[in-house]
């Protein structure tokens, strides 16, 4: 049977339901959006002479979750336009109207008796054969079924979105032993392709795997505070970005997550999991019971493992807590040499065994946690997962860790692994010493460009499942790299597709990423069908490497600047106009020049969440990789025929005078830095290149022709310069920019306005881009813009001069 999920009706809306209602409503399926009706008057509907049965009151606690979801930072949505796909209501009149939908998810309060009752009510209304699932984070999923018919438990299963539903990709999905298999295989599926999540398949086992693991690494650390004398400081240096875990590392997780709900999981699992060898660990200590009793919970109560305050000078200050006073103190420098040494190695699994060889605090911390991590994770199988890798997955999904606990065991060595944790007086479980025994030294294994997982059942290698679709440059780097350089490296996809991947610092643009793209134009062009532009790094790219530029600027070497911008502006042209197809594959960051490749490339296949922008005003400049050209373009394409329609050029202007950076892939398209037809978006992020490829040779096999160079760019000259010069006294004037912004304004006017011309006239793009260059030129000599450009790179931060 063919499913196809039109309209889902999300049962609660909470914090997780109405974020979840956002997220289906980001991939275009319509929304039903229900909670309860009040049982009381607010003194506002009251003094409005309001009674229970209006609609107005009945729907507003949907109303009111629903506003506060959207007003929250980060966005829970692509774009405003998509709220248009969610319609609220309550159960008293609304829950009739799930018979139109084809999956209703449940997110009421963590209370089976609330549950089942809501569960009731659904099964009055529901349409049989559609899907039923809930969201519960702990609640055993058979219980919930009790009472319920044959066909509510063939459709019910669990599925556990973490929070926020849109960043986290983490979705669990947890069957009952009534649940139809085909039904877990259209969620496992639907929840990576269409909802972009890393779907894993779990027991239904007490906070399943996630949390499972999740919460005992936290618990764990809270308690080896007390025996290492770790300040809330030292814990978060360590378990953070040098652990390759985000930059919020424990406590200040904890703080945004609320220790209450930690607290919860870690007291659930105590009730839940009597045989967990590691139970004590699920128990609290007296600080944390302390901080409950207190309700230092963090963000939602304004204080936890830190405090907010205004300093003496009005300024904001953060607080750390003493863990052993109990009192807020100011934050203190964490500096150790094992640290020192993390932050010179970009190689996570090379950064590791570094970690785990420290001879100082942070040395012995990465040991008696990972002894203990290590130990705990070994002994779950197959409790709540029959294969390692789901772990692994889970872990980096649902927590972000760049690495599973697996594969960070791999990193340092499994038998090195196995003497660390003897050494802490730990043992890992049974099947791991067997593994060994066996001479299979490794947990995960890469050939041929596949990533297969040790099955412990069979006690071999097993491919991963599920991955056909995926590729993985981190896994065809060694065997399939045809060309590199200090920057780049090209990797062959196979099918006739070449793939280049940049690997600076931030994937900035320099001399070597330049001399990367033509490189693989040139092999494309000669031996292959197509090429895609793509890395698995943190961002696609950060822009421009400025620390060249200013280097160049301060010696006011002009020449150089303008050889190089000649250069940059050939590669976007090369882009554009090479006989093979080239798709960018782009994804978080995307700013400046990785933008202004964008802005050329034949096909942009991008992740959902790409945060694309021409930022380059910050630094004083404009953009001269062509991005000023290709905005003078396309505003000419959309002028109407025998009509001029200014307001055109000043969106496409202020939209680069603006430095407006998307905040999804949805709204790169609203700014117009992608053109319909010419862009598509993945939502899984681990299907991207793989994506890229496919759109790659769709072109190729439809008989690619490259476009010729334009020669009928229609610019305004002085009656779009009047407009420009004009704005930018109106805002001078009002304060909202400085004189300098005014004048970087002009000069970007200049350059989309095709210069002083007395009418409009058809322009090269040729011409424009000279005109780019020679305004980039200028700004480089300017104080101010040397000024900013220095800000940036000293401080990071913009410098409005």
């Keep these: 049977m063919k499913r196809t999920i039109k309209k889902v009706a999300v049962l609660g809306s909470g914090i997780m339901g109405s974020r979840i209602a956002c997220h289906f409503a980001n991939i275009g399926v319509e929304v039903l959006l229900l909670d309860i009706a009040p049982k009381e008057l ?12 209006d609609n107005q009151v009945k729907n507003r ?8 979801t959207i007003k929250s930072n980060p966005s829970p949505v692509y774009s405003k336009s998509v709220l248009n796909a969610i319609t609220t209501g309550n159960f008293d009149d609304n829950m009739k109207d799930i018979s139109g939908c084809d999956w209703t998810i449940e997110v009421v309060v963590e209370n089976i008796d609330i549950k089942k009752k809501v569960f009731e009510q659904v099964e009055q209304y529901r349409k049989p054969g559609t899907l039923i699932t809930s969201n519960t984070s702990g609640i055993p999923i058979h219980l919930m079924t ?16 973490f929070n926020p539903p849109r960043y986290l990709k983490l979705l669990e999905i947890i069957p009952s032993p009534c649940t139809d298999p085909t039904i877990v295989d259209f969620l496992m599926e639907y929840g990576d392709l269409y909802l972009g999540k890393t779907t894993v398949l779990c027991k239904d086992t007490p906070a399943f795997i996630a949390n499972r693991i999740g919460v005992f690494s936290i618990m764990s650390l809270l308690h080896l505070v007390q025996k290492m004398d770790l300040s809330v400081e030292e814990v978060d240096k360590f378990s953070g970005p040098a652990l390759g875990r985000p930059k919020s590392a424990t406590f200040r997780t904890s703080d945004v997550v609320g220790l209450d709900t ?24 007296d600080y944390v019971q302390k901080m409950q009793e207190n309700k230092w919970l963090g963000d939602k109560t304004g204080q936890g493992f830190y405090k907010k305050i205004k300093g003496k000078d009005g300024k904001s200050e953060i607080l750390a807590l003493d863990l052993k006073t109990l009192e807020y103190r100011p934050q203190q420098k964490v500096k150790y040499t094992t640290l020192d040494e993390t932050k010179k190695i970009d190689n996570l699994p090379e950064r590791m065994r570094v970690y785990a060889k420290g001879q100082d605090k942070a040395g012995e911390f990465f040991r008696i946690s990972f002894a203990g991590l290590f130990e705990y994770v070994s002994n779950r199988i197959p409790e709540i997962a029959d294969e390692l890798y789901k772990i692994d997955d889970a872990m980096r999904a649902g927590f972000g860790w760049e690495l599973g606990p697996f594969e960070v065991w791999d990193a340092i060595g499994v038998k090195e692994g196995v003497q660390m944790m003897e050494q802490q007086g730990k043992k890992p479980a049974k099947w791991v010493e067997d593994m060994l025994a066996t001479g299979i030294n490794s947990f995960y294994n890469v050939e041929k460009g596949v990533k297969a997982f040790y099955d412990i059942s069979s006690q071999a290698y ?19 790299t045809v060309w590199k350089n200090s920057g780049t490296t090209l990797i062959d996809l196979g099918d006739g597709v070449l793939n280049l991947e940049f690997h600076t610092k931030m994937n900035t643009i320099g001399a070597e990423v330049l001399e990367g793209i033509n490189k693989a134009i040139d092999m494309a062009e000669k031996s292959y069908k197509a090429l895609v532009i793509g890395n698995d790094g943190a961002n696609f790219s950060a822009g421009a490497n400025v620390g060249m530029i200013f280097m160049m600027a301060v010696e006011q070497e002009l020449d150089e600047i303008n050889m190089a911008i000649k250069l940059f502006q050939n590669t976007s042209m ?18 400046g020049g990785g933008c202004e490749f964008c802005l050329h490339a034949d096909h942009v296949q991008l992740h959902a969440e790409t945060y694309m922008g021409l930022v380059e005003f910050g630094v004083g400049l404009i953009p001269g990789g062509g991005g000023s050209k290709e905005f003078a373009l396309r505003a000419s394409d959309e002028y109407k025929e025998g009509q001029i329609d200014q307001n055109v050029l000043k969106d496409r202007f202020l939209t680069i005078a603006m430095a407006k950076v998307s905040t999804s892939a949805a709204e790169a398209h609203e700014l117009g830095y992608l053109q319909a037809g010419k862009y598509s978006i993945s939502m899984n992020r681990d299907r991207l290149i793989a994506d890229a490829k496919t759109k790659a040779l769709e072109l190729a096999d439809a008989g690619y022709t490259a476009p010729a160079p334009r020669k009928d760019i229609k610019v305004l000259g002085n009656s779009g310069l009047g407009m420009v010069y004009a704005g930018a006294n109106s805002m001078r004037s009002g304060n909202y920019i400085s004189e300098y912004d005014q004048k970087i304004s002009q000069k970007l006017g200049y350059v989309m306005c095709g210069g002083d011309l007395s ?24 104080r101010k813009t040397l000024e900013r450009i220095q800000s940036i790179i000293t401080g990071g931060k913009p410098l409005r001069n």
């Excluded at 607010?42 to 049965?53: D, F, P, V, W, Y």
């Excluded at 197809?581 to 960051?589: C, D, G, I, R, T």
């Excluded at 006239?761 to 780019?772: G, N, P, R």
């Design 146 to 161: 009790e009472g319920r018919t044959d066909d509510f438990k063939k459709h019910f299963c669990g599925t556990h979105f």
């Design 42 to 53: 607010t003194a506002e509907e009251q003094a409005k002479g309001l009674s229970l049965a």
């Design 759 to 782: 009418a409009p006239t058809l322009v090269t793009e040729q011409y424009l881009l000279d005109l780019e260059r020679e305004a980039f030129i200028s700004l480089c000599t300017e």
């Design 262 to 285: 930690m607290i919860n999981v870690a007291n659930g699992l105590r009730q839940n999991a009597p045989d967990d060898e590691s139970i004590d660990v699920f128990s609290l200590p």
């Design 462 to 480: 097993k491919n991963i499942p599920g991955r056909e679709a995926y590729i993985s440059l981190d896994n065809l780097r060694a065997t399939h």
């Design 574 to 591: 090369r882009i554009r106009h090479s006989s093979i197809p080239v798709v960018l594959a782009p994804h978080n960051l995307t700013l």
């Design 61 to 68: 606690i949907v109303n009111s979750s629903l506003q506060n």
